[in-house]
């Protein structure tokens, strides 16, 4: 770009091609991720920087560290599943209250927040429990597209619930602000409306026949119990536990080290035999769209920096109405998903942030408000890579659309919710305590 | 350091897998992916950035 | 084919990994060299006050200059965040410029050397950046507001600061400025504010001044942030500079803010402790194109907009906040701070002259005041 033009003009000449080059990408058949790098390559070149290595390189090295807490906390939820784990919480879950149906869909919701809470990650519910949760819905006369709606709705609120909120974690630290006080904010809307998906979209449930159900579920492996499910949990809430009591004396291990240490634990008390490698292999296999996306995108946000293009963005959004900008969180965040997926989170949940702080709203509850919404855009298409995943691992052939217009009314739900924690934020700000 | 050391091992086990997993792909959109991931992996591993 | 087409990307990116890593270790070990000026003493490392210290990435260079009458003791700290330039610059001109009639300057150019070898990811922040000199120019490293994650790594779930236990961001325990007073045996820029806080007692420093630069949306710029105890003398040095040379607010340091120098060194020894801040638009986070040239000049369009709409803290126009404009303001603060100092205590005063003011080193530029390493005694060159 020559000198001469102004800024806006040439910034806005550089995201233009970056968006051009990213729909082109997603014509020519190119994944989400690959086309995120080449809107970046493309931003690079129109920007006058040529292929700037050090900033590509650079950009991909802005969620290592999530990277790795994805990786070990992954590696751990699969071993749990190798080792039976996830089979015997099912069956036990589902012959303790096969016969009341609220009690079991309350530890249903309960079983499918889990995962995405310690990983930060929808897929990884859906991958990890989705699969047994949906059959069991099933087993209750719940048709397959509303089950996988279920387990969609409840995986993208687990991702979304502490203590890993990667949206939440993105854009706290990209201004600058701890990640500190978002615990409440996130979890008390996060298990009422996976409470109300499942008993809004379970209604006409019948009772579950406890005999077929358990003859169809996968068997847990002999001398699995309660106590070698519960004990890498323990020792995972022991170790963020003592990191807190003790910050002085006990040494600092980072999530990564946290999550490996609940993996050994649980490889060490598997009743069956494990092959690790193989287990670790196929855990990077199935995250690699995932850390491929963060990586993708942080080498975006780079050259987006680097060039002006993230500045206009970030320009536009905190010098537009504020009511307007509130209004239409419920298509923005969704939007943004579909195109960048985390990526949204500082691309613009960090300009959204900067204008709710200049109007005085809680920049914590308001955040934790956009991270419950951000989820919903992973349904919708093209990308809607998680959406996907749910209904092939719920084993859905009806038409996409179906599962899409079951997620409609809880999706309603979570926006009203999720906007009105906006505009309420500071009235919130009791919630703000850990 | 016993920790920082920990993470460094961490890593190269991830460099590893991740390594096997290009090498067995067949699929060219996925290799370049594992290329670009492994990028932030190995230049910490080699302690360049 | 599956083979060769696998090799082809392999190799490219091998090679983009390559041009990257160079440019890494390149600006990581460049040598910015300080000519010592006609002051200087004598020069220290931080690790001789703290024996961890030594040998690791934060064993900084720590220049005294003296003067002939004994007098006050001031430490002055640039780069505590080396992404802050006029922090550092000042120190540079500082080191190799003042004349000390009496009393001691301490100057550390490099607080938190570890961060001052790495950018930001995310950050889009040049690798170096190069002051204009009659002679060439001389080459900077950029550096970031946080540790080097290869000399400490990793971070905690959440950093809980020494010893007030109040829960900061995981990363702000690689800030220098969220360390304060530091720990012996905790991670490397906590051990690195415990060195400096031996340094303070043991050189009985009076007044500390650390340098810093703030993006224009933040509400704590171009002022002067004191302790309670330095209150006074931040008020008659703001004063006397918004009257004189140019606007200057002052601030106390919120009690409730734990880690940050102005807080911590005035509660745990007995100097004063002041942080100087001036306006860095290359920090804000609506900036456009991030470059050497914007770090430099501190003009930006979008920020401009930002401040139309009243979300700044501090005015900008096209004329931006040039380098010349932030150090000439920290070098006139800090001659305006010596002078209250001095006149309320005359048997500690710290007299010092050399040092140009605001109006001059608009006038020249900073690169005026940086002398020729190949024209200088080798002797006389340290490397930070």
């Known amino acids: 770009m020559t000198s001469t033009m102004s800024m806006t003009t040439s910034a806005t000449v550089i995201l233009a091609a970056m968006v051009a080059a990213y729909v082109l990408a997603k014509i020519l058949k190119l994944s989400t991720e690959l086309s995120i790098l080449a809107a970046a390559l493309v931003g690079g070149l129109i920007g006058g920087a040529g292929i700037p290595a050090r900033h590509i390189v650079e950009g991909a090295f802005t969620y290592l560290d999530i990277c790795l807490i994805f990786i070990t906390a992954t590696l751990f939820m699969n071993l749990l599943k190798e080792a039976g784990g996830i089979a015997f919480v099912i069956r036990r879950v589902v012959q303790r209250f096969h016969h009341r149906k609220a009690l079991l869909f309350i530890m249903l919701a309960v079983v499918m927040l889990i995962p995405g809470m310690l990983t930060g990650a929808g897929s990884v519910t859906v991958l990890i429990v989705g699969g047994l949760v949906a059959s069991v819905l099933g087993y209750m006369g719940i048709p397959k597209p509303k089950a996988a709606a279920i387990v969609f709705v409840i995986a993208g609120l687990s991702a979304a619930a502490p203590p890993v909120s990667l949206w939440a974690m993105l854009t706290a630290a990209g201004v600058n602000m701890p990640y500190v006080g978002f615990f409440l904010p996130l979890m008390i809307p996060c298990l009422l409306l996976a409470l109300a998906t499942i008993f809004i979209l379970g209604w006409k449930a019948k009772p579950a026949d406890l005999d077929q159900i358990l003859k169809e579920l996968p068997e847990a492996p002999p001398g699995m119990s309660w106590f070698k499910i519960a004990l890498p949990f323990l020792l995972f809430f022991a170790l963020v536990v003592a990191g807190r009591i003790w910050p002085f004396d006990f040494p600092i291990l980072g999530l990564p080290l946290m999550f490996a240490a609940a993996a050994a634990i649980t490889l060490a008390l598997s009743p069956v035999h494990i092959n690790v490698l193989d287990v670790s292999r196929r855990t990077v296999h199935q995250l690699l769209p995932l850390i491929g996306t963060l990586t993708c995108v942080g080498i975006l946000v780079q050259i987006m920096t680097l060039t002006g293009a993230r500045g206009l963005i970030a320009i536009s959004v905190v010098t537009l109405p504020v009511m307007v900008v509130i209004l239409t969180l419920f298509l923005t965040l969704p939007i943004s998903e579909t195109v960048l997926m985390w990526g949204a989170a500082p691309v613009l949940g960090v300009p959204l942030v900067l204008l709710f702080n200049t109007i005085n709203l809680n920049p914590i509850v308001a955040l934790a408000g956009m991270s419950i919404i951000w989820p919903l855009g992973d349904a919708l298409p093209p990308t809607a890579i998680i959406g996907r995943l749910t209904v092939e691992t719920v084993g859905m052939k009806e038409k996409y659309g179906t599962f899409l217009k079951y997620c409609i009314v809880p999706a309603i739900l979570i926006i009203i919710v999720g906007t009105l924690m906006v505009v309420f934020s500071k009235k919130l700000a009791f919630l703000t305590v850990f | ?49 | 084919m599956n083979t060769l087409r696998k090799t082809i990307i392999i190799a490219l990116g091998l090679v983009l990994a390559a041009f990257a890593g160079i440019s890494f270790r390149a600006s990581r070990f460049l040598k910015e060299p300080v000519v010592a000026g006609p002051s200087v003493a004598r020069v220290a490392t931080l690790g001789e006050y703290f024996a961890p210290i030594k040998g690791t990435a934060n064993d900084a260079n720590v220049f005294f200059l003296e003067g002939a009458k004994p007098g006050g003791t001031v430490l002055v700290l640039g780069g505590t965040h080396p992404e802050e330039p006029a922090g550092r610059l000042t120190t540079w001109i500082l080191a190799e410029n003042a004349v000390l009639d009496q009393g001691r300057i301490i100057v550390l150019n490099s607080t938190n050397r570890s961060a001052s070898t790495v950018t930001r990811p995310s950050g889009a922040y040049p690798a170096t950046y190069t002051i204009k000199t009659d002679w060439g120019g001389q080459t900077f490293r950029m550096g970031d507001r946080w540790s080097n994650p290869l000399d400490q790594w990793p971070d905690p779930e959440v950093y809980i600061h020494y010893p007030s236990k109040q829960n900061l961001a995981y990363m702000d325990i690689r800030n220098l400025n969220r360390d304060w007073p530091g720990r012996p045996n905790g991670t490397l820029t906590e051990k690195t504010c415990y060195a400096l806080i031996q340094l303070i007692n043991k050189e009985a420093v009076d007044i500390v001044i650390d340098l810093h630069e703030a993006e224009l949306q933040y509400p704590v710029i171009s002022t002067i942030v004191a302790h309670p105890k330095g209150l006074d003398i931040a008020a008659m040095a703001s004063m006397t500079l918004s009257d004189e040379e140019f606007k200057i607010g002052m601030e106390k340091s919120p009690a409730e803010l734990r880690g940050l120098s102005h807080r911590e060194i005035g509660d745990f020894t007995k100097a004063i402790p002041l942080l100087f801040e001036s306006p860095e638009p290359f920090l804000d986070a609506t900036r456009g194109r991030t470059d050497a040239r914007l770090l430099l000049e501190g003009k930006d369009d979008f920020v401009v907009r930002a401040g139309k709409r009243g979300l700044l803290f501090e005015k900008i126009d096209a004329k931006g906040w040039p380098i010349d404009v932030r150090v000439g303001r920290h070098c006139s603060t800090l001659i305006q701070v010596l002078s209250v100092w001095s006149a309320d205590h005359a048997d500690k005063a710290v007299i010092m002259t050399g040092v140009p003011k605001y109006a001059e080193i608009i006038q020249k530029g900073v690169g005026a005041f940086l002398h020729d390493p190949a024209k200088s005694d080798p002797k006389k060159i340290y490397y930070e």
Request: charged share 15%; aromatic share 16%.
């Open chain 2, 1 to 49: 350091m016993i920790i920082t050391w920990l993470y460094y091992l961490l890593v190269a086990y991830v460099v590893v897998l991740m390594v096997w997993n290009l090498i067995r792909s067949r699929k060219w959109q996925e290799e370049v992916l594992y290329v670009v991931v492994l990028l932030p992996f190995v230049l910490r591993l080699l302690r360049l950035k």
